[in-house]
């Protein structure tokens, strides 16, 4: 019973930040937030709803388009492009940011380059630092989302559908249009759902831009008018939107099963291309990986060469051990807690836990500024009744106990990504049903000895994704880091920030390059676990 | 004597009040093959699973090999029974191959002895080339018979399958349910398994219960079974055919659509009752002199024969097998004659 309790307590300790924000959407209004309401709402409303229409087209186009080519189609190259267009998950949406303002600035390279030697007029030349910069990054960061579900989707029901209505008289245009697109329906909107979330949820990006959406505005509202409440209250509309986003993801996910109709039966049976198809095919599936992930790669290395010397040093070293021990206490916590959820749920197969948990695990849904905003209320509140107590009790004064310390980082981590540890332990999990245990308690092996030979090798693996996975997470993990840190506790994140809202491209190249290395780990492991499943 | 293999002396158990399995009796012997037969829901895998000692039983009591494991206040844990157990899942580990499934119960022996058991059970169903495989590199056929080898592998004095070929399609199905019985019969290891399916417990099985809600209904030879049920579930459940009304007018004779039948009844019924008659489709004889007349209503082709649903004068359904070489069309009256030796029939 005190396993159940305890993986309850926690999930609803998780839960306590969302319900703190949402409280403030009907709390009375403050001066500070009048002359948000009067001067600022309407224009983070505006900017906030073109940044997401057009991330979603982009996404949607570059996304369906590439996984429609290698899902179905055949030409040259496209094992390669199969993975390599998912490469771009590994460049946090902020750096790809700063890099491409870095290149396509005025003083960029790009420009130069074509004023310099080939004496261009530039007037044509499109400015970065726009609503259409914004989203073309944004797009560029996202799309990997739709591409990977919807190419899910094509894989096991595309070539299938194609046929029956080509059977059925229709041309092969016509019947992606007519069959396969509608059929993809709810994989493709799960992934625009996902990227919707990215979007809402960015702050890097945005703020690079000096591009106002509610999460930048939450952040100005807290550290440049320090109110915390006006913060709260623009963090509570935020919510609710993403809340929607939210159930619209969640009934997509729901059809999907409805829809599942087969695995692709072999690779002959694929669409091949020929002629110009094929070539452009190929043309513009390398334009996009060259575009998102290979040219800002390369401009970040040639910006961490030139800084080198005087970039890596003790300061360097200091941002990285803070990041990765962050990132370990994290994955500590989280896959501790994931293990006992996920044992819970097993021991005890009521709603009550079921809900609980599954509630708990919402919070990757939660844009990082307003989590954030939820756990400093929170804990200013536990801080004050533990101050009063401790003066009542002792006579000491304190100023704070929990805020601006270590655990307040970590409470916020593990809302944000308790999810990504639990549902990967959890899958190991499943697969250790009840007759497992049955089977070895009748082959004479149980207790602790059925936990050593049974339990912990069949969990290890997801132990270990679980692990992998939110450290990562953890280590590109901005605005939680930025508005919750200890005093001092800057990371390489935080680090990226703060150098490039000066403007100082070149020096942020080293934490950056980094990051993304830290990023391409889980996407070469999910590479290879695809590649033994054989598709 | 020889104790039997498995004693269930009138075992009874509810679960939230209901009565899931009540005043449940059977006796294996040694050797034997017995099966629970019933539909899903009706109780048979909770009746195995308390036999196992996984779950508790409220009233009555157990004997595996003449000592008692299960009563209303004891309860021998399962490792205890020397039992061996085929999962419906199969339940193989999936984190070991096969040679270390298979090796998994066998701990507490010496390393050679082990060994030597592990390749005798490789051996025995056929996967020696496969023990370096994963469960999920092996097919369905394969994994049942690595639960098998498993689950023989340290011996036990009652082998228990629960649904054992379910997750099997059709032809497998058959194939291995007689390759799993000769290996049992092969080491004279006495089991019991729970199915759904009667061709089945047919091929497998010396002796079946038949059972309904949580019940058991008759507990006999597969033979006696079909021909000769002892209540109308039974003669419904198993095989093909149907009930027709009749009058019993004397101690060997009961009249009925088809005529009088006369034949020793399997048990005696008053005379005058009205009484249900147990028709197989095969007492039926196809025969155009007859004065019995009846009209097609559905042909199933099955082969060699055809199984013909038959309309009688008074609207009374009945089934015919016939010789395939017999070919008629739907809607065509034909002449039908009863031949029947013994006499199934109960009291209305």
């Known amino acids: 019973m005190s396993l159940r309790f305890i993986a309850v307590f926690s999930a609803i300790c998780v839960l306590l930040p969302i319900l703190v924000i949402l409280s403030f959407f009907l709390q ?120 990977l579900l919807a190419r899910n989707a094509f894989q096991t029901q595309g070539k299938r559908i194609l046929e029956v209505s080509q059977a059925l008289g229709q041309s092969r245009t016509n019947a992606f249009f007519k069959a396969a697109l509608p059929m993809a329906r709810p994989w493709i909107a799960s992934g625009l759902m996902l990227v919707l ?46 809340i929607l986003v939210v159930i619209v993801e969640q009934q997509m996910r729901a059809k999907m099963q409805f829809h599942q109709v087969g695995k692709m039966t072999t690779e002959t049976s694929r669409i091949r291309l020929y002629g110009w198809k094929k070539w452009g095919a190929c043309g513009s599936l390398s334009a996009i990986v ?45 896959t501790g807690l994931g293990l006992l959820m996920s044992y819970t749920q ?83 999990m499943l ?42 997470d953890v280590m590109k993990e901005m605005p939680i880091t930025l508005m919750t840190r200890p005093f001092g506790w800057d990371t390489l994140a ?24 830290a990023g391409l780990i889980p996407l070469i492991l999910l590479h290879k676990k695809s590649e033994q499943t054989a598709l | 004597m020889v104790p039997n293999a498995l004693e269930v002396n009138n075992i009874s158990k509810k679960y939230n009040g209901k009565c899931v399995i009540n005043t449940f009796s059977f006796e294996l012997q040694k050797g034997y093959i017995g099966c629970l037969l019933g539909e899903s829901g009706c109780g048979k895998t909770t009746i195995l699973r308390c036999i196992a000692g996984f779950e508790a039983i409220q009233s009555g009591s157990i004997f595996i090999d003449g000592s008692l494991v299960s009563n209303s206040s004891l309860r021998i844990p399962p490792e205890n029974r020397r039992l061996g157990m085929v999962f419906q899942d199969y339940a193989l580990f999936p984190h070991l191959t096969v040679r270390k499934n298979i090796s998994f119960g066998l701990e507490n022996q010496s390393k050679k002895r082990r060994n030597r058991r592990v390749m005798e059970m490789l051996d025995l169903v056929g996967l020696t080339n496969d023990a370096e495989k994963y469960p999920h590199e092996l097919s369905g056929g394969q994994q049942q018979r690595v639960a098998l080898a498993r689950a023989l592998g340290p011996n036990p004095d009652l082998l228990l399958m629960d649904e054992p070929f379910s997750n099997l399609d059709v032809s497998l199905r058959e194939r291995l349910s007689v390759d799993v019985r000769k290996i049992l019969k092969d080491l004279g290891i006495s089991a019991l398994l729970v199915t759904h399916n009667q061709h089945e417990a047919f091929a497998m099985a010396d002796m079946i219960g038949v059972m309904k809600e949580g019940q058991l209904e008759q507990w006999d030879t597969a033979y006696n079974l ?114 029947v030796d013994e006499i199934v029939l109960f009291e209305a």
């Open chain 1, 290 to 334: 060259l575009i998102a992930f290979l040219i800002p790669c390369l401009q970040l290395s040639v910006w961490s060469f030139k800084s080198a010397a005087v970039e890596i040093d003790s300061r360097y070293i200091g941002l990285l051990v803070r990041s990765v021990f962050l990132s370990l206490m994290a994955v500590t916590v989280i």
């Open chain 2, 226 to 339: 079909y021909h000769r049920p002892q209540s109308q579930f039974v003669a419904d459940f198993v095989g093909e055919g149907v009930l027709v009304l009749g009058k019993v007018t004397s101690d060997d004779e009961v009249q009925t659509q088809l005529g009088t039948l006369k034949g020793r009844f399997s048990y005696p019924c008053r005379n005058g009752c009205p009484a249900n008659v147990l028709i197989r489709p095969e007492d039926i004889i196809h025969d155009d002199n007859s004065p019995f007349k009846a009209e097609i209503l559905r042909k199933n082709f099955r082969g060699a024969n055809i199984l013909y649903t038959l309309r009688l004068l008074n609207e009374e359904k009945i089934l015919a097998l016939v010789s395939s070489h017999h070919n008629h069309s739907i809607g065509q009256e034909i002449g039908i004659r009863p031949q």
């Open chain 1, 197 to 242: 979330m990215e979007t809402l949820a960015d702050f890097g990006a945005v703020s690079i831009f000096n591009y106002d959406t509610f999460t930048t505005g939450i952040y100005k509202a807290w550290f440049g008018f320090f109110s915390l409440s006006a913060a709260a209250q623009l963090s509570s509309i935020l919510l609710i939107f993403v």
């Open chain 1, 431 to 472: 697969r250790i049903t009840k007759s497992l245990d049955e089977a070895s308690t009748l082959l004479g092996v149980t207790g602790v000895k059925l936990l050593q030979r049974i339990h912990i090798p069949v969990l290890k693996n997801g132990l270990y994704t679980a692990a992998m996975l939110v450290f990562v």
């Open chain 1, 494 to 517: 935080v680090k990226i920030f703060e150098l490039t809202s000066e403007g100082e491209w070149q020096r942020a190249a080293i934490p950056s390059i980094t990051l993304v290395f």
């Open chain 1, 28 to 147: 009375p209004e403050s001066e500070i937030w009048q002359h948000i309401v009067d001067i600022l709402l309407i224009d983070l409303l505006k900017n906030t709803f073109f940044l997401c229409i057009g991330v979603l087209a982009g996404t949607f186009v570059l996304g369906v388009g590439a996984a429609w080519l290698t899902a179905v189609c055949d030409f040259p190259g496209r094992k390669f492009f199969n993975w390599a267009l998912i490469l771009p998950l590994a460049v946090p949406t902020y750096v790809l940011a700063f890099v491409f303002i870095g290149l396509l600035d005025f003083s960029g390279p790009v420009q130069t380059l074509l004023r310099t030697h080939f004496f261009l007029p530039l007037k044509w030349f499109p400015n970065i630092r726009s609503t259409g910069g914004v989203i073309f990054v944004m797009s560029l960061a996202l799309y990997p989302y739709v591409y």
């Open chain 1, 346 to 428: 097993r021991q005890y197969p009521d709603y009550f836990t079921k809900w609980t948990i599954r509630l708990a695990s919402m919070g990757y849904a939660l844009p990082g500024t307003v989590l954030a905003v939820g756990i400093v209320i929170m804990v200013n509140f536990t801080d004050k009744q533990f101050i009063w107590a401790v003066k009542e009790i002792t006579g000491i004064q304190f100023k704070s106990i929990l805020n601006g310390t270590i655990i307040t980082v970590l409470f916020a981590y593990t809302v944000r990504f308790l999810t990504v540890g639990f549902n990967s332990i959890n899958s190991s």
